[in-house]
């Protein structure tokens, strides 16, 4: 069977299974699964250390930097009510296809852009294909690891932190190449490519939820938010914290590799793209530690919180190792805390709405890296950049230890 007879619903159990190809192993197909986030994650955030020679190249503004980050944002958000529940009906790999597709036409749009509008195509046809991704991934780890669902969710927030904290260092590396702001993205689209090799060999497994005959155009029209009752509360913690969590992953990949490089008094693009990775690499590798308690998730929120207000510590007395200790402690706290809730909501959901449940979590997660990335932009154009860091510092961090006031409460009922 091919991709587009899995588009087109026809996928009948015993078609899936007498279909030729690669029947991977367990091993084989997580690692796939893993990678495939992981790839698409870094190509959109290869371009954070090079916003600052874009914006000198073209001419731009701070707030056409945002614009151009938040239109990934936005077309991710988008792309996960509009088609988040699909892999649960066309099947993970015919999904993850797709989105491997829509990744390449992206970092070519973005690689080769000459305007603002060029970069936010290229952005927008990046956040789709993560959008594509993020649901169907997720739920292949936990099909494929249905009795280990805590270490399904620490292989999601893995490939996830670390996909988008390799980004913003590849891009400061592969930028030393001739032509910097397009090598980063000719290089990605190669191994993007590359991908594609085994997604079409792969042997599809059958969809969880696949439609009846004549109603596929059904199956995947956007659908209502529909949390059940059980998982409600756990729902809406986990949509809280990602979208703390992430309003301040968006800040370290859209203006904050020019306020590192205010401390450190140097303008490497490598080293910029290092600093603004700290945060992601931090919360990927916490995922690893094998720490456990009741109170896991206020305290996570609170190193989050004192972070924040160390960071922008750390730029009044322009001290470079107290910026990378909070973006180090900012990291851990938040993939810690993170994992906590994400793995709660994801345990309390049935398996045939997972992929549409977690990709509903992210859509008001991803929202954190739109709207208060927008707003700082704005600032930093009418203020300056050290006063709009100090704007979002202060209600971020606020808001850190209110919710995690919140969850010691929730914990203790």
Same mark, same amino acid.
């Given at each position: 069977?091919?991709?587009?007879?899995?588009?087109? /619903?026809?996928?009948?159990?015993?078609?899936?299974?007498?279909?030729?190809?690669?029947?991977?192993?367990?091993?084989?197909?997580?690692?796939?699964?893993?990678?495939?986030?992981?790839?698409?994650?870094?190509?959109?955030?290869?371009?954070?250390?090079?916003?600052?020679?874009?914006?000198?190249?073209?001419?731009?503004?701070?707030?056409?930097?945002?614009?151009?980050?938040?239109?990934?944002?936005?077309?991710?958000?988008?792309?996960?009510?509009?088609?988040?529940?699909?892999?649960?009906?066309?099947?993970?790999?015919?999904?993850?296809?797709?989105?491997?597709?829509?990744?390449?036409?992206?970092?070519?749009?973005?690689?080769?852009?000459?305007?603002?509008?060029?970069?936010?195509?290229?952005?927008?046809?990046?956040?789709?294909?993560?959008?594509?991704?993020?649901?169907?991934?997720?739920?292949?780890?936990?099909?494929?690891?249905?009795?280990?669902?805590?270490?399904?969710?620490?292989?999601?927030?893995?490939?996830?932190?670390?996909?988008?904290?390799?980004?913003?260092?590849?891009?400061?590396?592969?930028?030393?190449?001739?032509?910097?702001?397009?090598?980063?993205?000719?290089?990605?689209?190669?191994?993007?490519?590359?991908?594609?090799?085994?997604?079409?060999?792969?042997?599809?497994?059958?969809?969880?939820?696949?439609?009846?005959?004549?109603?596929?155009?059904?199956?995947?029209?956007?659908?209502?938010?529909?949390?059940?009752?059980?998982?409600?509360?756990?729902?809406? /913690?986990?949509?809280?914290?990602?979208?703390?969590?992430?309003?301040?992953?968006?800040?370290?990949?859209?203006? =904050?590799?020019?306020?590192?490089?205010?401390?450190?008094?140097?303008?490497?693009?490598?080293?910029?793209?290092?600093?603004?990775?700290?945060?992601?690499?931090?919360?990927?590798?916490?995922?690893?530690?094998?720490?456990?308690?009741?109170?896991?998730?206020?305290?996570?929120?609170?190193?989050?919180?004192?972070?924040?207000?160390?960071?922008?510590?750390?730029?009044?007395?322009?001290?470079?190792?107290?910026?990378?200790?909070?973006?180090?402690?900012?990291?851990?706290?938040?993939?810690?805390?993170?994992?906590?809730?994400?793995?709660?909501?994801?345990?309390?959901?049935?398996?045939?709405?997972? @992929?549409?449940?977690?990709?509903?979590?992210?859509?008001?997660?991803?929202?954190?890296?739109?709207?208060?990335?927008?707003?700082?932009?704005? =600032?930093?154009?009418?203020?300056?950049?050290?006063?709009?860091?100090?704007?979002?510092?202060?209600?971020?961090?606020?808001?850190?230890?209110?919710?995690? @006031?919140?969850?010691?409460?929730?914990?203790?009922?």
């Amino acid at each position: 069977m091919t991709v587009f007879g899995e588009l087109r /619903m026809s996928a009948a159990l015993p078609d899936a299974a007498s279909r030729r190809g690669w029947d991977a192993s367990v091993t084989a197909r997580l690692v796939l699964a893993g990678v495939v986030i992981f790839t698409l994650l870094v190509g959109a955030n290869l371009a954070t250390p090079l916003y600052a020679l874009l914006q000198a190249q073209l001419g731009l503004g701070p707030l056409a930097i945002t614009v151009a980050f938040s239109s990934y944002v936005l077309a991710l958000i988008s792309g996960l009510l509009l088609f988040g529940h699909w892999s649960d009906h066309i099947g993970r790999r015919a999904a993850l296809l797709l989105a491997v597709i829509t990744g390449l036409c992206g970092g070519i749009v973005f690689g080769t852009a000459d305007s603002l509008a060029g970069l936010c195509a290229g952005r927008a046809l990046q956040g789709l294909a993560v959008a594509l991704a993020t649901g169907a991934s997720s739920a292949a780890l936990r099909d494929l690891l249905p009795t280990r669902p805590e270490w399904a969710s620490r292989f999601t927030l893995l490939s996830s932190a670390g996909g988008v904290a390799a980004g913003p260092v590849l891009g400061g590396l592969l930028s030393l190449l001739p032509d910097p702001t397009r090598t980063p993205f000719l290089a990605h689209t190669a191994v993007l490519a590359t991908l594609l090799v085994p997604l079409f060999v792969l042997k599809a497994r059958p969809a969880v939820r696949p439609s009846v005959p004549g109603a596929a155009l059904t199956s995947l029209k956007p659908r209502r938010l529909a949390v059940s009752r059980e998982a409600r509360g756990s729902f809406w /913690m986990a949509a809280s914290v990602g979208f703390l969590s992430f309003a301040v992953f968006g800040f370290c990949l859209s203006l =904050a590799p020019g306020y590192f490089a205010s401390i450190v008094h140097a303008n490497s693009r490598p080293l910029v793209g290092l600093l603004a990775a700290l945060t992601l690499a931090s919360s990927a590798l916490s995922q690893l530690l094998p720490v456990r308690g009741r109170f896991l998730v206020p305290a996570g929120l609170a190193v989050l919180g004192c972070s924040l207000v160390l960071l922008a510590v750390a730029g009044t007395v322009q001290s470079p190792w107290l910026l990378v200790l909070a973006c180090l402690t900012a990291g851990a706290g938040q993939g810690v805390a993170f994992r906590v809730v994400f793995n709660e909501v994801a345990g309390k959901v049935e398996p045939a709405k997972h @992929a549409q449940i977690i990709s509903a979590v992210y859509v008001i997660t991803y929202l954190g890296s739109a709207l208060p990335v927008l707003g700082l932009g704005a =600032a930093a154009g009418s203020f300056g950049l050290p006063t709009a860091v100090l704007a979002f510092v202060a209600p971020a961090a606020t808001a850190c230890l209110a919710l995690a @006031a919140l969850a010691l409460r929730r914990g203790r009922g």
